[in-house]
């Protein structure tokens, strides 16, 4: 359970932070990257979700707010052999969460055109932030990434799937809010 009783605690005022295991990393380390970026993209999606008026696609945004909770836990919670943490303890993204996305790309997408085009970031408002928490997931995958390939660091395959998929998701829920409108479609050189 968290309890928050005090917001400040001036321990970040010289640069540094926390991670869940009580580690100080500098603010700008690449693990704190990573999980600021998720916090990132989860801060777009609910702006997204405050134009969301489909009750089916805010359920599959909530949701996918917490995973973001559960996957920026797992990002502050480092793996330390030295150290090992009682499971329990530590969140991590499962199989399951990835595979739920994917069920949820596939109904999202079912009854929509095939794409001719890239798509371009418009539409609808609920569209253009989708679009927008897009490409700040993909950031974040691409910080992950990083961290992947950072020596003494860990990241779970699992974790660096979700957030692939949910890029992907993102793409096909902004396409299935612009259904009734139609996408904005990429017309090459057409500015010339």
Not at 14 to 26: F, I, N, P, V, W
Not at 82 to 95: E, F, G
Not at 148 to 162: N, R, V
Request: hydrophobic content about 45%; some cysteine.
């Amino acid at each position: 359970m968290v309890k928050l009783d005090r917001i400040y605690t001036r321990g970040g005022d010289k640069g540094a932070t926390s991670l869940a295991t009580g580690a100080r990393r500098r603010k700008d380390d690449i693990r704190v990257e990573a999980y600021g970026a998720i916090d990132e993209t989860n801060a777009a999606i609910g702006v997204a979700r405050l134009a969301v008026a489909d009750a089916a696609l805010d359920a599959m945004l909530e949701r996918i707010q917490n995973d973001l909770f559960d996957l920026g836990a797992e990002l502050a919670t480092p793996h330390d052999p030295a150290k090992p943490l009682d499971p329990s303890m530590r969140l991590v993204i499962l199989p399951s969460q990835v595979a739920r996305l994917e069920k949820e790309i596939d109904a999202l997408n079912a009854d929509l055109a095939p794409l001719r085009s890239f798509v371009l970031p418009a539409g609808t408002p609920v569209a253009a932030h989708l679009h927008l928490a897009r490409t700040i997931c993909r950031r974040a995958e691409r910080v992950m990434v990083t961290l992947m390939e950072t020596e003494g660091e860990d990241l779970s395959p699992t974790a660096l799937a979700y957030v692939n998929r949910l890029s992907d998701f993102l793409f096909v829920a902004s396409r299935y809010a612009n259904r009734e409108k139609g996408d904005v479609l990429w017309k090459p050189g057409a500015t010339r």
